[in-house]
């Protein structure tokens, strides 16, 4: 029940993406812009080079995005730290504490990624809710905080404007739920699932976060080293 579940949201997903694409696009995994953030003065996220803030989301976009969100090099990273801290700590059992534990622990994560950011993008394009951040490089740190802590649980609507991230609300505790079809004992249970469903949110701040802030400390540290 919980597979044919899946399935159709995955459909569904996919086909309200595959609606926006233009016949004989072709979605591209490439990433310009390796930081993935979209400041009020600029779009400048994986696939665009609009200056236009109000660009909405293609679905090339959307693609992008979600590929990025599961297979791109900070994805890929914190995925190495999640397996080694379960197989440092034996978490699940099931799994063990060797390297094929540690292999199934990052495996087992990215495919819930998989799934949390597929079913957020794709229903996302039904709402009209553009998953990307947005930076707000002019305002004072704290209000910048602020920001990344509100886009965790808002995104934009297809005029500028901000929406409850309705399309998140699903997926993320939607893709840690199904998941424990297919998990092993220890971390298949509704307790486990509520846990990475707050650690999913935790995770999206964190992203944001560091997206707001980085492109500023990038700036300064190249900066610093270039002007020497």
Known sequence: ??????????????????????????????????????????????????????????????????????????????????????????????????????????????????????????????WGEDPRYRRDPGAPFLNRLGHAAKMTFMAQNREGGVMPAYARFVAIPGSNFISNSWRATGENDASSAAIRVGLGFFGTFGGNTFNEFWPDVKHKVFHHHSSK
């Open 1 to 126: 029940m919980i597979s044919k579940v899946s399935c159709s949201i995955l459909l569904v997903a996919s086909a309200a993406m595959a609606q926006q694409l233009l016949p004989g696009t072709v979605a591209s995994a490439v990433d310009p812009d390796p930081s993935g953030n979209v400041s009020t003065a600029s779009v400048n996220v994986a696939g665009s080079s609009s200056s236009d803030a109000r660009h909405p989301i293609t679905a090339r976009e959307r693609m992008q995005w979600a590929l990025k969100g599961t297979l791109g090099p900070a994805s890929l990273t914190a995925g190495l730290f999640s397996a080694g801290w379960g197989t440092l700590f034996d978490h699940p059992h099931t799994y063990g504490p060797h390297w094929e534990g540690f292999g199934d622990r990052y495996g087992m994560r990215l495919s819930g990624l998989a799934l949390s950011n597929s079913m957020e993008a794709g229903l996302g394009a039904i």
